[in-house]
């Protein structure tokens, strides 16, 4: 059950952030220098949902029982895959962007690395043991896709995927705090 809770608070400690990133990237996106202050919106959201992810995980410490030795070999090696696929999403996005700038097109950036995160997390799903994952990479991946094709302004491309992706990203954050919850 601990390798459970830490798992589903784990994964929505990254929805957390990861959302607070590309809410931020789409605020950014709208191009609105004379508001500033916008900004200040993804980060009080990322920076509550982190607090009570904390607050969740003192509670798991207090009241869970200690991880068993196969729970531990097994987050090793789930660890290690984590870090293998983050490291080739990494590459695959410092590739795009140099590719994207290089040919003077940054808007594509976004929806490329929507893609790619998209990917990670369907390449998670399996060997995490965690099917749900495939719910927001194929949601960040329609998501893309159908903004470069239904968005005609490629100038807003940013903007509804760095918002879209957010709200993604947080809802999944959302079904993490349940799983956790209902675990304890």
């Not at 390449?123 to 194929?138: C, D, E, K, V, Y």
């Amino acid at each position: 059950m601990k390798r459970r809770l830490t798992q589903a608070l784990g994964g929505a400690l990254i929805f957390a952030i990861v959302g607070g990133a590309w809410s931020a990237y789409g605020v950014y996106a709208l191009g609105r220098s004379d508001l500033p202050w916008l900004l200040f919106g993804p980060i009080v959201v990322a920076l509550i949902l982190i607090t009570l992810v904390a607050r969740l995980q003192r509670r798991v410490e207090r009241t869970a029982e200690p991880w068993k030795p196969a729970e531990l070999e097994q987050g090793k090696k789930e660890g290690r895959i984590f870090a293998a696929v983050n490291v080739v999403q990494g590459i695959a996005i410092f590739i795009a962007v140099q590719v994207w700038y290089n040919l003077q097109r940054p808007e594509y950036l976004a929806p490329t690395i929507g893609i790619i995160v998209g990917l990670h997390f369907l390449a998670l799903a399996g060997p995490m043991r965690m099917p749900s994952q495939r719910i927001p990479g194929a949601l960040m991946i329609v998501l893309a896709v159908a903004t470069m094709a239904a968005v005609p302004s490629r100038t807003q491309w940013g903007v509804v995927i760095g918002l879209g992706n957010a709200l993604i990203l947080w809802g999944c954050y959302a079904l993490r705090l349940r799983e956790a919850y209902a675990l304890l």
